[in-house]
């Protein structure tokens, strides 16, 4: 008998246990969400007039890439993402350049799923007619987060903010 | 007491237990997806580029321009796929520049190719042709070799890859940890080395040539420039060079140097002629206050007040209370769209926040304007001759990048409107473009 209310005991405790681990995760994606919502809600009036997919995934990836440079720099993260799209040796569209299989770490940590903010959007579009500041670069780094020496080789164009832009 | 104590350790070394388990299988489960899908891209690339040996083999003995019209389709159509299946493989840092180099210029052949075969032009250059088919055979040959070698091997993703690209911030994987099949493109790519005329020139380098030159300026006749371009938008603002970029295309970045304001007008200017490549102001334009017309006219005295010559504007779309304006110059009467500039115009004051004019002074020519054919030749070359809304001499870029004399015909198929050229010389429809109106 007492056993058996040992193992009952034992079962209840693992139970609690996993609901417990299973509601936290469920909270943290939920207030994810809400923030979100939040930051959507504000863009909402930028967001409507879009009726483009790829500026929206381009501005995405700007606005976590670039978050915070001067607008500049915003748009050269938005060009050289096009000049990649441009260049033979790069996929042919947005997505399949953004999506490239360890290409951006904004796509391996997911930041590139949070809305972008009307200033990020703009920069997209300013890149799309056309204005490059990186002259033609293919990629950009910045120095301080990255300890990749291959990039790091490459004949440098131009720094803008904290990014070093390449070809 | 203590066996309470010893019962919670228990539940929570089980627990730990559990949670590890679960954590293990499910890394497993996304570590196999994965897994399948660089597996996948790899065998589909092999097949693709089997696909496009096969075709060009066959190309060279197929005598009908119906028949090889069919295999160029094919082509471009595996061309494209094996594009996208490089572009599935983690490559990251790998240089496979050849490889790729190779598949865009088959692309850029095939259309051309296309085009000529249809219009009975010129015979296809058999050496270019012969040159593709070996390359392509190398690449091959090679790949299904190394395929039926190493292609059992399922290491493509392993926890420790895992680790470098997502937490390490660092997105280079060390040779000695890549999939053998990695190593296989690179050797692959290395083997190209012995087609000497491997270099076609791909449409990147074809713009290479359209840059603007001139003599080189100093970083104050680079401000001078600016203010005399900027004159009222920068209005008691200091401008100062900024920054400055190497590469094909040497620039002066000037701006505007205000302390209150967070959005300085930035002015890129050549090294080489000075002239303005470009200008952006990021400001935020909250709302559209005045009507589309004003604003059209507030640009056509801008571009009027900086002395260009005649412009017509083709395209206007509003986005962000941004009025995105597209003008070209003309020419006796001939619109001239490779030298296409365009405008930003703030909705709310009128403002000129942007300004792109790259294509304005790099492709400045002496052009041969006068057409052959007369307007009702050309008209009647067009589909629904009876919609044409409206008619005009234009010089467009072709798909080869040339440019050509066209008669440009306003074609109304309800609800929307399209824009056919007709060359002017032969008669050939060289491009059509739908107009997206917003």
């Known amino acids: 008998m007492i056993i058996n209310r040992k193992l009952m005991f034992f079962i209840g405790m693992i139970i609690i246990f996993v609901i417990l681990l299973v509601s936290y995760n469920l909270q943290k994606e939920k207030s994810i969400k809400l923030k979100d919502d939040l930051q959507a809600k504000e863009d909402q009036k930028a967001r409507i007039q879009l009726d483009d997919n790829e500026l929206d995934l381009l501005a995405r990836a700007v606005h976590a890439e670039a978050k915070g440079e001067p607008y500049e720099g915003q748009v050269a993260v938005a060009a050289v993402i096009l000049n990649r799209v441009a260049h033979p040796e790069f996929p042919n569209t947005i997505a399949g350049v953004l999506y490239e299989p360890l290409a951006f770490q904004i796509v391996a940590n997911g930041t590139i799923n949070q809305p972008a903010d009307q200033l990020a959007i703009q920069a997209a579009t300013e890149a799309i007619n056309g204005v490059d500041p990186t002259n033609g670069a293919l990629y950009f780094f910045n120095p301080a987060k990255t300890s990749n020496q291959w990039i790091r080789s490459r004949p440098v164009v131009k720094t803008i903010g904290k990014h070093v832009f390449a070809l | ?438």
Do not use: C
């Open chain 2, 1 to 438: 007491m203590q066996r309470l104590k010893n019962l919670l350790l228990l539940i929570s070394i089980l627990a730990l237990i559990i949670f590890s388990l679960t954590q293990f299988y499910t890394r497993q489960a996304y570590q196999q997806q994965l897994e399948a899908n660089y597996q996948r891209a790899f065998r589909e690339l092999t097949v693709h580029i089997n696909g496009i040996e096969e075709e060009l083999a066959k190309i060279q003995v197929v005598n009908s321009v119906e028949l090889q019209a069919e295999i160029w389709a094919n082509i471009l159509r595996l061309v494209y796929s094996a594009q996208a299946n490089l572009g599935q493989l983690p490559l990251n840092g790998l240089n496979l520049s050849r490889i790729e180099h190779l598949l865009a210029s088959i692309q850029d052949k095939t259309v051309d190719f296309t085009r000529r075969n249809i219009r009975n032009e010129t015979q296809v250059e058999e050496t270019t042709l012969t040159e593709l088919y070996l390359q392509v055979k190398y690449v091959n040959s090679e790949l299904q070799k190394q395929l039926a070698e190493k292609g059992q091997t399922a290491n493509w993703v392993n926890w420790k890859n895992f680790l470098q690209t997502s937490m390490l911030r660092s997105s280079n994987i060390e040779p000695g940890r890549r999939h053998p099949l990695m190593h296989s493109l690179v050797m692959v790519e290395d083997g190209m080395q012995r087609f000497s005329n491997s270099d076609f020139p791909s449409e990147t380098d074809r713009l290479q040539g359209t840059l603007p030159r001139g003599e080189l300026i100093s970083p104050q006749e680079a401000v001078a420039i600016a203010e005399q371009f900027l004159q009222e938008l920068a209005a008691g603002k200091k401008l100062q060079v900024v920054n400055e970029s190497a590469g094909s295309l040497p620039t002066f970045t000037v701006q505007t140097v205000t302390e209150k304001d967070p959005y300085p007008i930035t002015i890129e200017i050549a090294k080489y002629g000075g002239h303005v490549l470009w200008m952006t102001n990021g400001r935020i334009v909250s709302q559209s206050e005045l009507d589309r017309d004003t604003l059209i006219g507030l640009a056509q005295d801008f571009l009027a007040r900086r002395n260009f010559p005649e412009m017509r504007l083709v395209n206007a779309s509003s986005r962000l209370n941004r009025l995105f304006l597209d003008f070209v110059p003309v020419e006796d009467q001939v619109l001239i769209y490779p030298q296409q500039l365009k405008l930003q115009v703030a909705e709310d004051n009128g403002q000129i926040l942007g300004f792109q004019g790259q294509a304005y002074y790099g492709l400045q020519a002496s052009r041969e304007l006068s057409p052959q054919l007369t307007l009702a030749e050309a008209r009647a070359k067009v589909k629904q001759s009876e919609n044409i809304q409206a008619e005009h001499l234009a010089v467009i870029l072709n798909p080869s990048f040339e440019e050509v004399l066209t008669y440009e015909f306003r074609v109304n198929q309800e609800p929307e409107e399209f824009l056919v050229y007709i060359n002017a010389k032969n008669g050939h429809e060289e491009k059509v473009s739908r107009l997206h109106s917003r």
